[in-house]
């Protein structure tokens, strides 16, 4: 169990019950106020043990090599060639990418891509602001802001195609001059006394190579079959997202997202350039209905279309009829890394959540931020065995913000999905109404999913007070035993979710990496 601390928990129990005493004095009268990454690669697992020299072809005159050159790989390649590193990227395909995840960026992503001069990537590729939410739940809505009024006004989420952001960003890394970007498929990592050397790869003309530089980056997206050499992969498939493109349909809340909490799961909408509509119906578990003989047809017609908001209903059917739908495998997995010298691993290919909440770009683009900073100091990364221990800070450095926005997207899914437990669904319809009371109790859970105010123990704490006002709700006016017993289940239930999130995490890491000792370590 995690210890919250007594001032964590207390600050649980206040706005657990003072969102009770809210939504009993609005429940009459008050106002409801008014979301996946890297471009997947797929490689061959091979491991490639390798004694001979560095070859004379100019290898040697790289300092890093980033495989994979999606939102994580083009993004950290820009980055570090900004910082005078010698790039060589090798990316499987450099054809636009064409998927239906990775197309919201968080506020908190964009101000990460700010950070690290991206931020034009996101102009020219007719991306459409997001200034928050719009939650419907059976014919109530709700609608959550962003708290953006400490920024500058250009700061805000941003929606777009996902292959058109890529191709920006690759551009702009291969401006300059000391990144080069080839196209080929990496077979293998080569090896040599415990030490990653470089990489073993086909060019798109079939020919083998190598290539050799003091630090691989591995980050070649969530099919990355290079993961197993460097950490240990724990991927759940918790369900699908089937997804679909309405045309000249205009939203219930103009620039915002919307989420409905459908039965059995969540469906979104979110606009990804002016004139069409990304729609992702979640589909529990790893099998969808086929495409192909129509039965996924019919149950979006059937299931999903009556519980789409009126107003985009008829344009949801017409994108059906269209017949372009797609599907995607939602995987979660937490990082878990086996330092090794002369690689890291980054991105999808290191870590994944559920896409619900869109947060894998702010994510992946913090952690660039963080390894940036880390090797900023380092001029000669030639010592492997050193790099390796100093770069194990890398993983406790990014936990507090890459665990946070981790465990609200695995909660949130989780919360969000119908259930026909009593317990869960008060769940479900306290935190619905907790997060239209507004003001602090809107606030605070909108700031960790933007990305904007990543704390674990702020999420730890809203988590609960949610549960206790879920319990309050029950208890009020009048505790029955059967209402007293479903309290408790729903503080139960609540645990049940959040806390296997949390420890797959890591408790200390994420919650205080000032104990670690790598936390301190410097260059030498």
């Not at 493109?245 to 809340?253: G, K, S």
């Not at 790099?387 to 899914?413: D, H, M, Q």
């Not at 105010?453 to 609960?464: D, E, I």
């Amino acid at each position: 169990m995690v210890d919250l601390g007594l001032s964590g928990s207390l600050l649980a129990v206040v706005l657990g019950f003072v969102a009770v005493f809210c939504f009993f004095v609005q429940r009459n009268g008050g106002r409801s106020k008014s979301k996946i990454d890297d471009s997947a690669t797929s490689t061959t697992t091979t491991t490639v043990y390798s004694g001979e020299s560095r070859s004379k072809d100019g290898n040697d005159e790289i300092d890093i090599i980033i495989v994979g050159a999606g939102v994580a790989g083009a993004a950290l390649a820009h980055t570090l060639g900004k910082e005078g590193r010698r790039v060589k990227v090798i990316e499987r395909d450099l054809t636009e990418p064409d998927r239906i995840v990775g197309e919201l960026l968080q506020p908190g992503g964009y101000l990460k891509l700010q950070e690290l001069g991206l931020e034009d990537c996101v102009e020219k590729i007719d991306a459409q602001r997001v200034f928050g939410y719009a939650l419907f739940k059976d014919g109530k809505s709700t609608r959550l802001s962003y708290p953006l009024e400490k920024f500058h006004s250009d700061v805000s989420g941003r929606s777009f195609h996902n292959g058109r952001f890529i191709q920006r960003m690759r551009e702009k890394a291969v401006a300059l001059p000391n990144v080069k970007l080839e196209q080929g498929t990496v077979t293998s990592l080569l090896e040599e006394n415990g030490i990653i050397r470089g990489v073993q790869y086909k060019t798109k003309y079939g020919e083998e190579l190598k290539a050799y530089a003091p630090l691989t980056v591995v980050c070649d997206g969530c099919f990355s079959n290079l993961r197993r050499t460097l950490c240990d992969p724990k991927v759940e498939v918790p369900s699908c997202f089937v997804g679909l493109v309405l045309e000249n349909c205009q939203l219930p809340h103009e620039n915002h997202g919307h989420v409905i909490l459908a039965d059995p799961s969540p469906i979104l909408f979110y606009p990804i350039s002016s004139t069409e509509v990304r729609c992702l119906v979640d589909v529990p578990g790893q099998k969808v209905p086929s495409i192909s003989n129509g039965e996924m047809a019919k149950y979006l017609k059937s299931v999903v279309a009556p519980q789409v908001p009126p107003e985009i209903k008829d344009a949801f059917i017409a994108a059906i009829d269209k017949g372009n739908i797609r599907t995607m495998p939602n995987r979660s997995m937490p990082a878990a890394p086996h330092p090794t010298p002369g690689a890291l691993l980054m991105g999808d290919a290191f870590n994944m959540r559920h896409p619900l909440t869109g947060g894998g770009m702010t994510v992946a683009l913090s952690d660039i931020v963080v390894l940036r900073d880390l090797l900023k100091p380092l001029r000669d990364l030639n010592d492997a065995s050193t790099l390796c221990r100093y770069l194990e800070s890398f993983y406790t450095l990014r936990k507090p913000v890459a665990s946070t926005i981790n465990t609200l997207a695995g909660a949130l899914y989780k919360v969000f999905c119908a259930s026909p437990d009593q317990a869960r669904k008060e769940m479900r319809e306290a935190c619905f109404d907790y997060l239209s009371l507004g003001g602090v109790f809107s606030e605070g859970p909108v700031s960790l999913l933007s990305g904007l105010n990543p704390r674990p123990l702020s999420l730890v704490c809203h988590f609960f007070a949610v549960a206790i006002f879920g319990v309050g709700r029950l208890l009020l006016p009048f505790p029955s035993p059967k209402r007293i017993w479903i309290g408790a289940r729903l503080i139960s239930s609540a645990s049940a979710i959040i806390f296997p999130i949390i420890k797959a995490e890591g408790v200390r890491q994420m919650f205080f990496p000032a104990t670690v000792p790598a936390y301190y370590r410097k260059p030498s």
